[in-house]
Every structure is written in structure tokens, then in C-alpha cells.
Nanobody, 121 residues
Framework: QVQLVESGGGLVQPGGSLRLSCVASGNILSLSVMGWYRQAPENERELVATITSGGTINYVESVKGRFVISRDNAKKTAFLQMNSLKPEDTDVYFC???????????????WGQGTQVTVSS
């Protein structure tokens, strides 16, 4: 199986920055996509940004120009640099990966436990 562990959430003032990290571990054969979703209570989980192993990136419109996603394939780690944060960015952020493990011969979706990001003065 594949485990995802996030870090880097916290409380920041509007206009500030945070950097989230997500490390994948387990019997991983391939990590085709890594990314971040976010979810507030009673809301659906929303895609924030994804990046493929080849470097193709996708952002939700509301974070374009402010957030930057990157990954280190050798370290099986994804990063989300969040700049110019706004109160509406307050959410629980979940790391996501589409991965193939040695136990399962096809790709599955995996999720981290979530990390709280709060933007408030």
C-alpha cells in the first residue's frame, strides 16, 4: 500500500505564505500524479493543484498566480507553495496521489490525513 504524510499547515495572516509538503511511502512502483485538494466542513473536496510525473501541472482558477506546485520524483515528495494567502483559502488541505504499488497491479487513488490551513488576522 501507499501512505501519504502531509506537513506545513498552520495559521498565517492574510497576504502571508505557507509551504505544504507531502511524502509518499510504501511499496510504490509508480506515482503518476501527486497533488492537493482542500475541503471545508459541509463542502465538497476541491482540487487545488496537481502535477504529473512528467511535470504537467493543473491549478484551480482561484489559486493561479499565487500557488506553485512542484515535486521531487526521487524523494517521492510534492510541495505546494502558497503565497498571497486569503481568508477564503482557509481549509483542510489533503495530499493526493495516483499510484501503483507492488501489491496491486493497477493505479489507485490515495489520500493523506489532511493538514489545516487557516488564514486570519
Amino acid at each position: 500500500q501507499v501512505q501519504l504524510v502531509e506537513s506545513g499547515g498552520g495559521l498565517v495572516q492574510p497576504g502571508g505564505s505557507l509551504r505544504l509538503s507531502c511524502v509518499a511511502s510504501g511499496n510504490i512502483l509508480s506515482l503518476s500524479v501527486m497533488g492537493w485538494y482542500r475541503q471545508a466542513p459541509e463542502n465538497e473536496r476541491e482540487l487545488v493543484a496537481t502535477i504529473t510525473s512528467g511535470g504537467t501541472i493543473n491549478y484551480v482558477e482561484s489559486v493561479k498566480g499565487r500557488f506553485v506546485i512542484s515535486r521531487d520524483n526521487a524523494k517521492k515528495t510534492a510541495f505546494l507553495q502558497m503565497n498571497s494567502l486569503k481568508p477564503e483559502d482557509t481549509d483542510v488541505y489533503f495530499c493526493y496521489a495516483r499510484a501503483q504499488s507492488s501489491q496491486v497491479p493497477y493505479y489507485l487513488d490515495y489520500w493523506g490525513q489532511g493538514t489545516q490551513v487557516t488564514v486570519s488576522s
